[in-house]
């Protein structure tokens, strides 16, 4: 038995820490070939702990937690956003609502409203700057933690945030893991997501807040299972109201409770208040921040992702090339309003035709209702993957993973002053996605039963 072989696991680990360190502290977003260096070198090391033979789940427990905590005290190298989260933050701190003005407005003004007010527009960027906050009430909850902790460091702050990330992220393996076993599904599932390099990275390392969405998720998902859909309804609300985009889940849980049900009318009206509580809590949380503005500042805010913003997509790209071929211009005014219906009718589709009854028919309609939304979105950032990753860990299908690996492309955008997209590495991105998507489909024979 050779060297590496014997002590393979202990030299995958130490190489990981080494890579995870140098992409923490010595990386500049702009070094495109070094960062896909070190992004494939620690998908290689991941996926080799994955599929050892040898190493315990306590390991990869602990090396879960180690891997996140060599990032906590680097400032994030890949996004500038979390300026705009201690913003928010400290705009509550002071007693703003923060859905109400725009940092470029004070800045404009020469006012300086709260600490570092100048610092934190810069770092945020000229057009975040300009836009009101999208961000939902319990997302805002975790910046004012932030705030009351560290109002006046930016590297405090940030401190405080990617804490909450991790904990999120710990929360996530524990019900990941309780809700694996009670699927009889391999308990190593979840470290797909939960030592997956691209989370560790894009979560802790970035400070996007998936994680604490995803907590949410997760523990409703199996609350469900557990037929407390009480409680799952409160925990979608406050996943919601983290982020937005499990309000697209909500069509699906019709099956979920009516066909399950032998009465029908008993099944809808578990339905009927299963949405009603989601919708009341949601409307609930959002409530300190209401005012008449706020309605207009936040529908605005959010329909610029689909008005507005372009960013390594998929279908959009085709249909955007067509549409500068017939009409001479860019249509995403359009497109981007028609997408979204497309979603809506994709949707209703898997809702009512494909037999959702079990709880992995619900996650993998889930899995494939989202995934069909970020194809034919304008905009996909490379955060917004966590959610489809970590829904196919209670499924057959991995594709997701393959996702994260590949995503890496879109970063080459940064690497070129100004900013551009290479159109050939997002065609390479989507190959080997819908390459690996259609095997996987033909090998679990699921194809025909997804469109039916």
């Known amino acids: 038995m050779s060297f590496f072989t014997k002590h393979k696991d202990v030299l995958l680990i130490l190489v990981s820490t080494l890579l995870y360190f140098i992409f923490a502290y010595f990386l500049e977003r702009t070094e495109f070939y070094k960062l896909l260096f070190l992004w494939f070198a620690l998908f290689g090391c991941f996926y080799l702990l ?86 939902p009430p319990i997302n805002q909850l975790c910046f004012l933690i932030a705030a009351l902790f560290a109002s006046k460091s930016v590297f405090g702050s940030v401190i405080v945030l990617r804490v909450i990330i991790i904990l999120a992220d710990v929360g996530i393996l524990y019900f990941g893991k309780k809700l694996l076993e009670r699927l009889n599904l ?56 983290v982020k937005l985009i499990p309000l697209l889940f909500l069509p699906l849980f019709y099956q979920w409770f009516v066909k399950k049900e032998q009465n029908w009318f008993t099944g809808f009206k578990k339905l009927s208040l299963f949405y009603a509580i989601t919708l009341s809590t949601v409307i609930l949380l959002f409530l300190p921040f209401y005012s008449s503005e706020f309605i207009t500042n936040y529908s605005d805010s959010v329909g610029l992702w689909f008005r507005n913003f372009e960013f390594n997509a998929s279908f959009y790209y085709i249909f955007r090339e067509i549409g500068y071929l017939f009409r001479g211009w860019n249509e995403i005014a359009i497109i981007g309003k ?45 955060w917004y993957l966590a959610t489809p990753l970590i829904l196919s860990v209670f499924t057959k299908y991995r594709f997701p993973v393959i996702w994260t690996i590949v995503i890496i492309f879109s970063y080459q955008a940064y690497a070129n002053n ?35």
């Open 50 to 135: 994955i599929k050892s033979k040898t190493i315990h789940t306590s390991t990869l427990i602990g090396l879960v937690i180690l891997f996140r905590l060599i990032f906590l005290f680097s400032i994030p190298n890949l996004s500038q956003d979390f300026y705009r989260f201690i913003w928010d933050g400290r705009m509550i701190l002071e007693g703003f609502n923060p859905y109400l003005s725009l940092p470029e407005t004070f800045i404009q003004q020469g006012k300086q409203p709260i600490s570092e007010a100048y610092n934190l527009y810069i770092g945020m960027g000229e057009m975040n700057g300009s836009h009101y906050t999208n961000y």
């Open 338 to 382: 028609i997408t979204p219906i497309l979603t809506i009718v994709f949707l209703i589709i898997i809702t009512f035709f494909r037999k959702n009854n079990s709880m992995i028919q619900f996650i993998t309609a889930l899995l494939f209702g989202l995934c069909f939304y970020y194809f034919t979105a304008t905009t996909v950032h490379p």
């Open 418 to 452: 100004p900013w551009k997209e290479n159109l050939w590495l997002v065609i390479l991105e989507y190959l080997l996605l819908y390459g690996f998507l259609i095997f996987e489909l033909r090998k679990n024979d699921q194809y025909y039963k997804i469109v039916k």
């Open 186 to 241: 391999p308990i190593k599932n979840i470290f797909w997501y939960a030592l997956n390099p691209f989370i560790i990275i894009e979560m802790t390392g970035n400070l996007h807040f998936e994680p604490v969405m995803l907590f949410f998720l997760v523990w409703s998902f199996y609350k469900l299972h557990q037929q407390k859909w009480i409680w799952a309804a409160i925990l979608i609300a406050c996943s919601i109201s």
